[in-house]
């Protein structure tokens, strides 16, 4: 249950962020510096419309002593993840452990073309280098290698988190994963907080217990830090990855293009492809032909132009 700590008796609307729902309620914290109990107005069910965590959304007093607000409105989003489900992220952690749950890489991949269409960034973080810190390096190379940002962490130590702490300020910033690879654990590491229920690994299963239930967003830095539930599956056709989005996500690919006979070459075969110049990790390109292929049984007339010609 959601207490209500609201002072504020004005009339009118006010602008607040969810922090987070319950059982239809949303705590929300408003530009004023106080949090709120609220219900969606009944329009939004008719509509379809959700509130989500991370959303922007005008308030007013809705009379009811017991739930004192009504959400009128919800402005315009960002970005809207369904998985977790999560509005106006700025910044997307991807975690992985590098062992114990093993590092489902295509997962991540899938994760990397989906903020990229976003327009969200990603930084990879692998946890629990401490378990295997070969492995550890070797992941971590083969994604900075492709430009992006990677962060190493051991048990109890924040590890390559203070080079990057300046990014994590005043943003919103959400974490994503299969369960127990420790999104609790530096959720409650980076914000000094003790706020997370972190999961026992069940020895037996070398699995993570599902803890984290919902997701919160936690005030840190002038931004949030958002815990969110592991998963473990993500199909690229569910959230609506088409066959010309999978190129987004790996910046490897992107000048060599230039020296492929088609502009708009996928480089999965095609006649003239430079793809062998290339400086990719071959199981990264493997996953991408793998993530074509599927999207492209789907829809048959997608991404062939460059063959057409
Ligand atoms: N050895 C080691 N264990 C870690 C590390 N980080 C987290 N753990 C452990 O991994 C287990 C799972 O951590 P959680 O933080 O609950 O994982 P989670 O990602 O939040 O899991 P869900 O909420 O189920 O999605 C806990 O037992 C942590 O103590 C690490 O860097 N090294
Ligand atoms: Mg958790
Ligand atoms: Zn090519």
Known sequence: MIESTTTFDRSGFEVGRILKGVGGQYEIATSAGATVVAVPRGIFRKDGIRPTVGDKVRIEPSGDPDIPFVIADILERKNLMIRPPVA??????????????KPDLALLDKLLILTAKQKIRPIIWLTKSDLDPGSAKRIGAIYSEAGYTVILSGRDDAGDFERERETFSG??????????????????????????????????????????????????????????????SLELLDIGITVEDVPLG????????????????????????????????????????EFIRTLQEHNPYSGKKGERK
């Open 171 to 232: 943003a919103v910033v959400g974490f994503a994963g299969q369960s127990g690879v420790g999104k609790s654990t530096l959720c409650n590491l980076i914000s000094g907080i003790e706020g997370m229920e972190v999961g026992m690994i069940s020895d037996r299963l070398k699995r993570g217990k599902h803890t984290t239930r919902h997701v919160e967003l936690v005030p840190f830095a002038g931004g949030y830090l958002i815990d969110t539930p592991g998963f473990s």
């Open 250 to 289: 790996y910046p490897e690919l992107a000048s060599v293009g230039e020296s492929c006979r088609f502009a708009d070459c996928l480089h999965t075969g095609e006649l003239g492809c430079a793809i062998a110049t290339c400086k990719i990790d071959p199981d990264r390109l493997s996953r991408y032909r």
């Open 88 to 101: 106006n992220i700025d910044i997307l952690v991807l975690t992985f452990s590098v062992s114990d749950p």
